[in-house]
């Protein structure tokens, strides 16, 4: 049998989208979280990756790895912004699912090789001509199967991966999408066809807390930007947030952040004072 007859193990692997992306320098950046992985390929530049609550450095020629469910943000250093290519694939195994939930690694000599593979993806999904599924497919499994070797990671499906993790993850994108909309838990649901009260120990185990409190908590977190930015009064952040009345939502403010919005928008705005002094006071030495 010719090498080329051989049944090989393929990737267990599916694109989701291939885009050329550059990060801006402005942080804090927007959070992500992805109900597949995300393959960031730093083609060049300088910057920096959140994630778990510490940041990393990126450069050219590194790699990071992000498994389903992981949130995270990226910026880049103003003096060199960050090139990239962005892989979205589907799959399971220790690639694309790493048990610490992300992998970064410098592999600039590797990079340089898949650089071509990576921009013929990226310019078969732009382009999207007859065939471009089979060829961005073929040209992803070259892809996977190199960065597994340079890795030394297996490209197996991982046995016992848990289905809820992706459910749990795709509510929480819809939550962060639309947690300004009216949601309920039945909602969330049928969202990913299982049952309310399985859902909610799911989502409870893989975050900590249920749907319904980290959609609550999403609304505090946006509430928090627009009274430390904004005029807007309470019951025009309550009407825009989901509240269903301006007390609701400052009982809500109080028990999470132990004071009440009208506290927190006048204290902000005094520390925003205290700012504007220092600068003003440095740059009059």
């Given at each position: 049998m010719s090498l080329l007859a051989q049944n090989v193990n393929r990737?267990?692997?599916?694109?989701?989208?291939?885009?050329?992306?550059?990060f801006s320098p402005d942080w804090p950046a927007p959070s992500y979280v992805h109900t597949g992985s995300e393959l960031v390929f730093v083609l060049e530049g300088r910057g920096y990756f959140q994630i778990q609550g510490i940041s990393h450095p990126l450069a050219g020629g590194g790699l990071l790895i992000i498994g389903p469910g992981v949130e995270h943000a990226q910026a880049s250093e103003g003096s060199a912004p960050m090139s990239c290519v962005v892989l979205g694939v589907e799959g399971s195994s220790a690639l694309l699912a790493p048990a610490a939930g992300w992998i970064s690694a410098p592999l600039p000599d590797l990079l340089r090789e898949l650089r071509p593979l990576l921009w013929a993806m990226?310019?078969?999904?732009?382009?999207?001509?007859?065939?471009?599924?089979?060829?961005?497919?073929?040209?992803?499994?070259?892809?996977?199967?190199?960065?597994?070797?340079g890795l030394r990671l297996e490209l197996a499906p991982l046995s016992g991966t848990r289905k809820s993790s992706r459910e749990c993850a795709v509510v929480r994108l819809y939550i962060d999408a639309h947690f300004k909309e009216s949601i309920t838990l039945d909602q969330l649901a049928a969202l990913v066809h299982v049952n309310k009260y399985y859902l909610v120990h799911s989502f409870s185990r893989e975050y900590g807390v249920s749907p319904i409190s980290y959609l609550i908590s999403r609304r505090v977190q946006e509430s928090r930007?627009?009274?430390e930015g904004t005029s807007h009064s309470l019951a025009q952040i309550s009407h825009m947030l989901g509240f269903s009345s301006?007390?609701?939502?400052s009982q809500t403010f109080r028990r999470?952040?132990?004071?009440?919005?009208?506290?927190?928008?006048k204290r902000a705005r005094a520390r925003e004072d205290q700012r504007q002094d220092a600068v003003c006071t440095a740059s009059a030495q």
């Amino acid at each position: 049998m010719s090498l080329l007859a051989q049944n090989v193990n393929r990737p267990e692997a599916r694109l989701l989208y291939a885009r050329q992306k550059s990060f801006s320098p402005d942080w804090p950046a927007p959070s992500y979280v992805h109900t597949g992985s995300e393959l960031v390929f730093v083609l060049e530049g300088r910057g920096y990756f959140q994630i778990q609550g510490i940041s990393h450095p990126l450069a050219g020629g590194g790699l990071l790895i992000i498994g389903p469910g992981v949130e995270h943000a990226q910026a880049s250093e103003g003096s060199a912004p960050m090139s990239c290519v962005v892989l979205g694939v589907e799959g399971s195994s220790a690639l694309l699912a790493p048990a610490a939930g992300w992998i970064s690694a410098p592999l600039p000599d590797l990079l340089r090789e898949l650089r071509p593979l990576l921009w013929a993806m990226v310019e078969e999904s732009g382009q999207q001509r007859e065939g471009f599924q089979l060829v961005c497919q073929n040209l992803l499994e070259v892809v996977l199967i190199r960065l597994s070797r340079g890795l030394r990671l297996e490209l197996a499906p991982l046995s016992g991966t848990r289905k809820s993790s992706r459910e749990c993850a795709v509510v929480r994108l819809y939550i962060d999408a639309h947690f300004k909309e009216s949601i309920t838990l039945d909602q969330l649901a049928a969202l990913v066809h299982v049952n309310k009260y399985y859902l909610v120990h799911s989502f409870s185990r893989e975050y900590g807390v249920s749907p319904i409190s980290y959609l609550i908590s999403r609304r505090v977190q946006e509430s928090r930007r627009l009274l430390e930015g904004t005029s807007h009064s309470l019951a025009q952040i309550s009407h825009m947030l989901g509240f269903s009345s301006p007390s609701y939502f400052s009982q809500t403010f109080r028990r999470q952040m132990g004071i009440s919005p009208l506290e927190y928008r006048k204290r902000a705005r005094a520390r925003e004072d205290q700012r504007q002094d220092a600068v003003c006071t440095a740059s009059a030495q």
